[in-house]
């Protein structure tokens, strides 16, 4: 908890309906809405299941969560280290400018120390503006040297099954 009176809590099992609800306000304020294939049904499995593949946390603000960040680790040949990897992070348009983008990216950032991590890293959309400036001012530098590659699910398949996605 800070002096702001924000406080970061781990998400549970429990709170998948609500993860999703943040998930889908993302999409929407990244204009990707109609992207978002996630269920309750997959998050619970994926978060929360056997092996779970990523953590969240919310921003709470009094009995209201304002904000969510959902992370997982990564890892580094070059620094021989685990990283800490920011898939998502999102505070809702009314409490935005009140420090909880900050202390969801403070949190995290402890998180990555205590756990040994050499690096925390994320992307952000190239127009959104306001969220390459609130990480710039945080001290985030851009690796305008590398490409970020993606292979979908079909052309994940093909791949896999031996084919040429050139031919896709």
């Known amino acids: 908890m800070s002096d702001s009176g924000i406080r970061i809590e781990p998400a549970t099992a429990a709170d998948v309906a609500e993860i999703l609800s943040f998930i889908r306000a993302l999409a929407e304020y990244e204009r990707l809405a ?12 994926s978060l929360f299941g056997e092996r779970p593949a990523a953590e969240v946390v919310f921003a709470r603000a009094g009995a209201d969560r304002v904000g969510f960040a959902l ?3 990564s890892y580094s040949t070059f620094l021989g280290q685990r990283g800490l990897y920011l898939e998502d992070l999102f ?14 990216l403070a949190h995290l950032a402890r998180i ?5 991590c050499g690096r925390m890293e994320w992307m952000a959309l190239e127009w959104n503006a306001p969220a390459i400036e609130f990480y710039r001012k945080l001290g985030a530098t851009t690796l305008d040297d590398w ?4 292979l979908p699910g079909g052309r994940l398949r ?7 996605s050139a031919e896709e």
Request: proline share 2%; charged share 30%.
């Open 34 to 45: 109609d992207r978002v294939v996630a269920t309750e049904e997959s998050l619970r499995a």
């Open 71 to 73: 992370f997982f680790h």
């Open 91 to 104: 505070v809702k348009p009314e409490h935005r400018g009140r420090g909880h983008g900050k202390a969801l």
């Open 112 to 116: 990555a120390i205590e756990r040994g």
């Open 147 to 150: 490409r970020f590659f993606r």
């Open 158 to 164: 093909a791949l896999a099954a031996g084919a040429s």
